[in-house]
């Protein structure tokens, strides 16, 4: 099992910033592909970026890339999401999610955390 905790979540005004973390415990956090979605109310779950187990290959989507950075640091067992010009409709509930390899499908993720809410007003 791999607990998976969010945290870096609030209230930011567009075009600031935020960065999200995801600390995770259990087993080794190195042997995981990590990423990052979305859910905004009444809508999917959306993909926003994945990296990979040693954190030299990351992938965007569309709506985040040049504006989104993920990273990810093995001997913190943590995953970030630097999240830079914040849109209002970047407003959702985030998770990071773990798996044995990158996807843009949250299906092939495994392990979830409970998210953190990101608000960003206009």
């Known amino acids: 099992q791999v607990q998976l905790v969010e945290s870096g979540g609030g209230l930011v005004q567009a075009g600031g910033s935020l960065r999200l973390s995801c600390a995770a415990s259990?087993?080794?956090?190195?042997?995981?592909?990590m990423g990052w979605f979305r859910q905004a109310p009444g809508k999917e779950r959306e993909f926003i970026a994945t990296?990979?187990?040693?954190?030299?290959?990351?992938y965007y989507a569309d709506s985040v890339k040049g504006r989104f950075t993920i990273s990810r640091d093995n001997a913190k067992n943590t995953v970030y999401l630097q999240m830079n010009s914040l849109r209002p409709e970047d407003t959702a509930v985030y998770y990071c999610?773990?798996?044995?390899?990158?996807?843009?499908?949250?299906?092939?993720?495994?392990?979830w955390g409970q998210g953190t809410q990101v608000t960003v007003s206009s």
């Open positions: 999610a773990a798996g044995s390899k990158s996807s843009i499908s949250y299906q092939r993720y495994d392990y």
């Open positions: 259990g087993r080794t956090f190195s042997n995981y592909a």
């Open positions: 990296i990979n187990r040693s954190g030299d290959s990351t």
